[in-house]
């Protein structure tokens, strides 16, 4: 039996406000997918910590309070740092679309903005689990 897609969903920094990503968390986890959920308000190090720990094949990060910028470029560092150069990094939230282009020079590979359908976001992990080691 194929081992499960593993996705990591993180809320980095101080943004308080969960429901989003506990909606994509919900909703992977309903497609077929394991999800593990970090909680809000988590440092980038632990997030890191948390992927690395759980062998996972995918982080999405979800941020509204402005910070991703900053926090997503240095989870994705942290990752690459220790040793997950094959876990692929989504981001979402409240992210404009002039910061769209900079993330992805950083490391997120896709972006999905409020009222993305979830859809979306599952055909993103179908079309790039090929991408993954097991």
Do not use: W
Not at 63 to 88: Q, T, Y
């Amino acid at each position: 039996m194929a081992k499960k897609i593993r996705i990591l969903i993180a809320k980095p920094g101080l943004d308080g406000h969960d429901r989003g990503a506990k909606y994509i968390a919900r909703a992977l986890k309903d497609a077929g997918y394991e999800v593990i959920y970090t909680g809000i308000r988590q440092s980038p190090q632990a997030i890191c910590k948390s992927a690395i720990q759980e062998d996972v094949d995918f982080v999405g990060l979800s941020l509204l309070s402005g910070a991703h910028n900053e926090l997503f470029p240095e989870v994705v560092s942290l990752i690459r740092k220790e040793g997950g150069d094959n876990i692929i990094i989504f981001g979402g939230g409240v992210i404009p679309n002039d910061d769209i282009s900079y993330l992805k020079k950083k490391g997120i590979e896709a972006i999905f903005t409020p009222g993305t359908p979830i859809k979306d976001v599952i055909n993103f992990i179908e079309a790039n689990k090929s991408r993954i080691s097991h």
